[in-house]
């Protein structure tokens, strides 16, 4: 803020007459607004409608993770993403261009209203599904990515459900957070119904309130089959729940086609687990929410399984997920992500999944995350595990729970990532060894307890601007050069502190050009 010693700024008003004036016209050279090419503006709602939807709705665009929940907007509006709508109420010239682009109605979030059972509670129920049947109308005949939201009432879900039946041969997505009973709308769908459908994701509350647990017990549940849409659909790609599909001979057949899955089941049963992906051999990420448990030692229909095509490994509260690392095979494997309480298995969590990398052949992961409270790790086990998997080029690590446990960024792992002087040791190969020599990524959240001065020597040694002897002139070692000696230079480092750097600590970051996220001294 820049000060200034200037007087307030004085206005004065002419005389009444001068102001009721005509204002003068523009001059000719001006634009008008209406002389814009209705292509342009098309353009221009194009970009805003996509970045209100990215916002409210960014978890259909992503991949399923394992730390990923489903958030619904927190808003108050009925319909999102509101820019078309607002869009439409301009001008006659704009709702004419907005209701002109189908394209920017073919993505609706549905926010039920929680309305009680009087008239007036009936009346804008069903004018919300008058709403929802306009919005689809402009979308002509475009796949729809659809969002429905209504938590804590049957009716209210029901309603919007049945509006949205009449365009199911164009869903392409749907997201369901509603009472379980509300499901059994979708039971008047048949085979063939949802041709494009190809990502289901229905959230169930582990733990519903107290105010409709009444409403899910009198409406019966069980006799509804909550797998129905997944059965009667044959592009299904994307499926995430919370509980294990049966597997039935006939009951399970959309599961071979199967790319992504989330299961928010905890506990969740080891075998059943199995079975299950036993049906999804192109499955290629696989997420899971929740402890597991195993019922009996394996039995002699209990094989290992192995999925050919799996890439991307998320466990979410891993702990009781052994005998399932046990009897996987996963060739391919390239990302695991181990987050959420732990209950200190992880050390035993690591020794599974390097087992289970030996079992299929697998000389090394690409990505790891590790965002665990609870996980009793020592950083020796850490570096271990970091030093057997040698093309591991993205690593991220959250320290959120080190007030209670022990730190996973310390100042021995720093160290142990610090490449050595290559020129040096380029006629002792033995100490040239790095751990994670191609290392391109690194993220580390939240952390605190660690030499400052080990952090900027594990970055300096991996940085482009390898600085190997210091004089005036600045010698460097450039990227080449380190490739050369078979290491990678770090292209993307994020550091977020939970205290503050020293001030020496501070002026050698600034000199390194890094970025730092957090107090500073």
């Not at 952090?455 to 010698?475: I, Q």
Request: hydrophobic share 40%.
């Amino acid at each position: 803020m820049v000060a200034s010693n200037t007087s307030s700024l004085e206005v004065t008003w002419p005389a009444t007459k001068a102001a009721a004036s005509p204002l003068p016209p523009l001059p000719a050279a001006s634009y008008s607004l209406d002389h814009i090419p209705t292509e342009i503006w098309q353009h221009i709602f194009s970009l805003l409608v996509v970045s209100e939807q990215h916002i409210v709705c960014e978890e259909m665009f992503r991949s399923v993770l394992g730390n990923d929940r489903y958030a619904p907007p927190s808003t108050s509006s009925c319909l999102l993403p509101r820019t078309p709508t607002t869009l439409s109420h301009v001008s006659v010239r704009w709702r004419s261009i907005a209701y002109g682009m189908p394209e920017i109605w073919s993505m609706l979030c549905v926010t039920a209203p929680c309305t009680p059972a009087s008239d007036a509670g009936m009346r804008r129920l069903h004018r919300v599904g008058d709403l929802v049947t306009s919005w689809l109308a402009r979308s002509a005949s475009l796949p729809l990515k659809l969002s429905v939201v209504a938590k804590k009432n049957v009716r209210c879900a029901q309603t919007v459900l049945r509006s949205l039946l009449p365009a199911c041969a164009r869903w392409e997505t749907l997201h369901v957070d509603v009472p379980f009973s509300a499901l059994s709308i979708l039971a008047e769908l048949k085979q063939g119904n949802v041709p494009l459908l190809a990502s289901v994701k229905m959230y169930e509350r582990c733990y519903p309130p107290a105010a409709f647990i009444g409403q899910m017990a009198s409406s019966n549940p069980s006799s509804v089959d909550k797998f129905h849409l997944c059965r009667i659909s044959g592009s299904l790609r994307r499926l995430s729940v919370s509980s294990i599909p049966p597997t039935t001979p006939d009951g399970n057949a959309f599961c071979s086609h199967l790319q992504e899955v989330q299961i928010q089941e905890s506990p969740s049963e080891t075998w059943s687990t199995l079975r299950f992906l036993t049906a999804c051999p192109q499955l290629r990420v696989l997420s899971l929410n929740g402890y597991g448990t195993t019922a009996d030692l394996p039995a002699l229909h209990n094989h290992a399984v192995t999925l050919p095509e799996l890439e991307v490994l998320n466990l979410e509260h891993p702990f009781g997920r052994d005998w399932l690392l046990r009897m996987l095979t996963l060739p391919k494997l390239k990302s695991l992500y181990l987050g959420g309480r732990c209950s200190g298995d992880a050390a035993h969590i690591l020794n599974e999944v390097r087992a289970l990398m030996k079992r299929s052949a697998l000389g090394s992961l690409e990505c790891l995350c590790l965002e665990l409270e609870s996980h009793g790790l020592d950083h020796s086990i850490l570096v271990d595990f970091l030093a057997a998997n040698p093309l591991l080029h993205t690593l991220d690590i959250d320290d959120f729970g080190v007030f209670m446990d022990r730190p996973l960024v310390t100042t021995e792992m720093l160290e142990a990532l610090t490449l050595s002087d290559a020129r040096q040791n380029r006629s002792k190969p033995e100490q040239a060894r790095a751990i994670c020599p191609h290392l391109k990524f690194v993220s580390f959240e939240n952390c605190s307890r660690f030499n400052e001065e080990a952090l900027l020597r594990f970055l300096r040694s991996r940085s482009t601007h390898h600085r190997v002897n210091p004089t005036p002139r600045r010698g460097w070692v450039d990227a080449e050069q380190q490739n050369d000696c078979g290491m990678s230079v770090l292209e993307s480092v994020e550091v977020s502190f939970k205290r503050r750097m020293q001030s020496a600590a501070l002026e050698a970051w600034k000199r390194e050009t890094f970025v730092m996220n957090g107090p500073s001294a």
